[in-house]
């Protein structure tokens, strides 16, 4: 559960760098001879600058490849409405993103039909996994460390419990957290309505109302609302979402197949979901690999300035950490970091 550290410095060729720190971490010794390996990663919303770059992906595709594995790159569809919303359009955006070294295959099909329905424990009983995360025999996780407004931040635990699920599952976590309009602040402009995309908020007698089952808990009517009527309730409700889907996730894997690698660098104000993600919130950090999420997380958070994302998000990073150590993934809090 160690975890293995390059310093972001361009001095050094970094691409070998990589190569020293996987070669360090055992980053590839999960990989048996034959086994279909997803290589996790988010390629970014179209227009989205900070994902990770193609070129160190390409990297750990070749080194999957010669460890014998035969490598897949995914991502799960997104359950709001973008570039990423369903399989043909999640490909166009990866290709135009650069990143061709590998099949591409949406791990959820073409309309987040596909995937496993598992039992998980905290907040959530079940969960929703991708499908072709579900059949892979083993799987490299590229994670980019970066700020998110509902849970603090994003790393491995995120893209475990939210990318590798379902429209269906990611809905699931959304909803633990809630919506409530202040009838006092709303003055019935219908802002709210007009720029939800499924049209869900009702204005009855001049007040908006939300009841929809629907309701994808996206910030979308927050931001259009002119009077601040609108706001989530609840919100660390998600990073303990976020933890149980994660377990979900890994118990579709034999134990030791799993391995993780995060970048540190462009750690923006939010995540890449996003066309515009803000600006940068603190300096580049560097490259972390671990065979843990949970130990990968916490030297992330060990190193970076993480009070930038709680006051900016109302919602303590840690937590999603905490309670995945909490539900039993393996890890620890307090990571050894081995420069390497
Ligand atoms: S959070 Fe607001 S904009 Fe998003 S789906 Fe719900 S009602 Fe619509
Ligand atoms: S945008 Fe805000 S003020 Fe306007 S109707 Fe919706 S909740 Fe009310």
Redesign the pocket.
């Known amino acids: 559960m160690s975890v293995y550290f390059v310093p972001w410095n361009t001095s050094n060729n970094l691409l070998k760098e990589t190569e020293r720190l996987y070669d360090a971490a055992g980053t590839f010794d999960c990989i048996n001879e034959g086994d279909l390996v997803a290589v996790k990663l988010h390629v970014g919303e179209l227009g989205n600058p900070y994902h990770v770059q193609p070129i160190f992906v390409h990297e750990v595709v070749r080194k999957i490849r010669e460890a014998g594995g035969k490598p897949f790159l995914t991502d799960s569809n997104t359950y709001y409405f973008a570039q990423r919303n369903n399989a043909v359009d999640h490909m166009n955006t990866a290709q135009r993103n650069g990143f061709g070294t590998a099949p591409f295959i949406i791990a959820d099909g073409l309309k987040s039909e596909n995937y496993r329905t598992v039992k998980t424990k905290g907040i959530l009983s079940e969960i929703e996994v991708s499908g072709a995360i579900a059949e892979a025999d083993a799987m490299i996780v590229i994670s980019h460390c970066k700020g998110h407004e509902l849970s603090g931040f994003g790393g491995a635990i995120k893209n475990l419990g939210m990318g590798c699920t379902s429209r269906a599952g990611k809905l699931r976590q959304h909803r633990t957290v809630g919506l409530e309009?202040d009838a006092s602040?709303?003055?019935?402009?219908?802002?709210?309505?007009a720029?939800c995309p499924m049209g869900i908020?009702e204005?009855i007698e001049g007040?908006?109302q939300n009841t929809s089952p629907l309701c994808m808990r996206c910030p979308m009517?927050i931001e259009?609302?002119?009077?601040n009527?609108?706001d989530f309730v609840d919100k660390p409700n998600l990073s303990k979402a976020l933890a149980s889907a994660a377990l979900g996730v890994l118990s579709t894997f034999k134990r030791g197949k799993v391995s993780y690698v995060s970048f540190a660098k462009d750690i923006s104000r939010y995540c890449d979901c996003l066309s515009n993600p803000g600006e940068i919130m603190m300096n580049d950090i560097g490259i972390f690999a671990s065979d843990s999420s949970v130990s990968v997380d916490a030297a992330f958070l060990t190193m970076a300035d993480y009070q930038v994302f709680n006051e900016e998000s109302h919602v303590d990073c840690m937590l999603q950490v905490q309670e995945a150590k909490t539900l039993g993934i393996e890890g620890t809090l307090k990571p050894a970091i081995t420069t390497v």
């Open positions: 309009i602040k709303c003055i019935g402009c219908g802002k709210c309505k720029t908020p204005i007040k908006a009517c259009a609302c002119p009077t009527a609108i």
